[in-house]
């Protein structure tokens, strides 16, 4: 099963398989649901077997995404389950946390802001300062193995 589920609101979508692809590179194990789905599946039996299974959610905080019911879901479950939820902030001018439901939840968690990261284009570079705090975020919660694989090709999670 994948370690990490990445929840996110559709709009986002080009830049979220950016992440995936960034961090299935560097030997992280991801949930993604246009990857984890095939015709004829249950999205919420699917969605639900993720997060039954992962070891830590990255929440990829947008307005859309803080009003979406699924997203809003996946959350709600996420913390029902007590698994660790890493909240990535990709929308600039959003205040953290969002306003709306979600906002009990994600309000006493910490947040990673790769708001500096976005490009005049709504590109987000999954590099630099931002994307090795979301690593060492993450850390505690990855398997050892995962660890050796992520530090051999290169990348320092400190």
Not at 41 to 63: H, P, Q
Not at 117 to 141: P, Q, R, T, Y
């Amino acid at each position: 099963h994948p370690e990490v589920f990445i929840s996110y609101q559709w709009d986002k979508q080009k830049e979220i398989i950016k992440l995936y692809e960034k961090l299935t590179s560097l030997g992280i194990k991801c949930w993604l649901d246009i990857h984890q789905m095939a015709g004829g599946d249950s999205l919420y039996f699917k969605i639900d077997e993720g997060l039954r299974n992962c070891a830590v959610v990255i929440s990829c905080v947008t307005m859309r995404y803080s009003q979406s019911a699924n997203c809003r879901k996946e959350i709600a479950l996420a913390d029902a389950l007590s698994k660790p939820i890493v909240p990535i902030l990709i929308e600039k001018g959003l205040k953290y946390p969002p306003p709306g439901p979600m906002s009990p939840t994600l309000g006493v968690l910490k947040y990673i802001n790769f708001t500096s990261s976005i490009n005049s284009n709504g590109d987000i570079s999954w590099e630099g300062e931002s994307f090795e705090k979301l690593l060492s975020a993450m850390k505690g919660n990855l398997s050892e193995k995962t660890i050796q694989v992520v530090t051999s090709r290169a990348c320092v999670i400190s």
